[in-house]
T-cell receptor, first 114, second 109 residues
Framework: SQTIHQWPATLVQPVGSPLSLECTVE??????LYWYRQAAGRGLQLLFY??????ISSEVPQNLSASRPQDRQFILSSKKLLLSDSGFYLC?????????????FGPGTRLTVL | LAKTTQPISMDSYEGQEVNITCSHN???????ITWYQQFPSQGPRFIIQ???TKVTNEVASLFIPADRKSSTLSLPRVSLSDTAVYYC??????????FGAGTRLTVKP
């Protein structure tokens, strides 16, 4: 069966500090991968998606970046965090075999920037 | 990208049937309609997906009229544990589908 991992579960960081969130998927190959952010009481905002190693599509301009160094690894980074980066970060995967197949979400990382 | 419109919130009572309607007037020919459920501090979970008419699974039913400009998620006999946010997404590719604000359903005893 497939599983998706995210870490850390919670993170408190000062403004201006760097960020690295990691997501890994097990039990599938060549998945589509997604990073979402959810501000308190709001819907999910798609930040990045990837259809393959080294292939990253960015949805909104921001001080965040994403990388996919391995097939089942997706990393979200920032060089300098802003207060507005606080939120609940979710990684998801879906099968590439079916374009609109369901997305499977990880447990999320709650980031607080102080 | 097809835009969706849902009620911001709904209240119901245990044992009732709940119908959440989503409007998607500019849905494209190849677009599917997908619904997700999200509990606090968790990622969304897929509920149901359909293209036209009616789809039913062990959790919910999805009704789609012939013009496909709207869809209705039906939850039979809700319980307190169905309190969650429900999202309607429209698209033919996950990369083009977007989560809106969703509908916050509160089930009361």
């Amino acid at each position: 069966s497939q599983t998706i991992h995210q870490w850390p579960a919670t993170l408190v960081q000062p403004v201006g500090s760097p960020l690295s969130l990691e997501c890994t998927v097990e039990g599938t190959s060549n998945p589509n991968l997604y990073w979402y952010r959810q501000a308190a009481g709001r819907g999910l905002q798609l930040l990045f998606y990837s259809v393959g190693i080294g292939q990253i599509s960015s949805e909104v301009p921001q001080n965040l970046s994403a990388s996919r160094p391995q097939d089942r690894q997706f990393i979200l980074s920032s060089k300098k965090l802003l207060l507005s980066d606080s939120g609940f970060y979710l990684c998801a995967w879906s099968s590439t075999r079916i374009a609109n197949n369901e997305q499977f979400f990880g447990p999320g990382t709650r980031l607080t920037v102080l | 990208l097809a835009k969706t419109t849902q009620p911001i919130s709904m209240d119901s009572y245990e044992g009732q049937e709940v119908n959440i309607t989503c409007s998607h007037n500019n849905i494209a020919t190849n677009d599917y309609i997908t619904w997700y459920q999200q509990f606090p501090s968790q990622g969304p979970r897929f509920i149901i997906q359909g293209y036209k008419t009616k789809v039913t699974n062990e959790v919910a039913s999805l009704f789609i009229p012939a013009d496909r400009k709207s869809s209705t998620l039906s939850l039979p006999r809700v319980s307190l544990s169905d309190t969650a946010v429900y999202y309607c997404l429209v698209g033919d590719n996950n990369n083009d589908m977007r989560f809106g604000a969703g509908t916050r359903l509160t089930v009361k005893p």
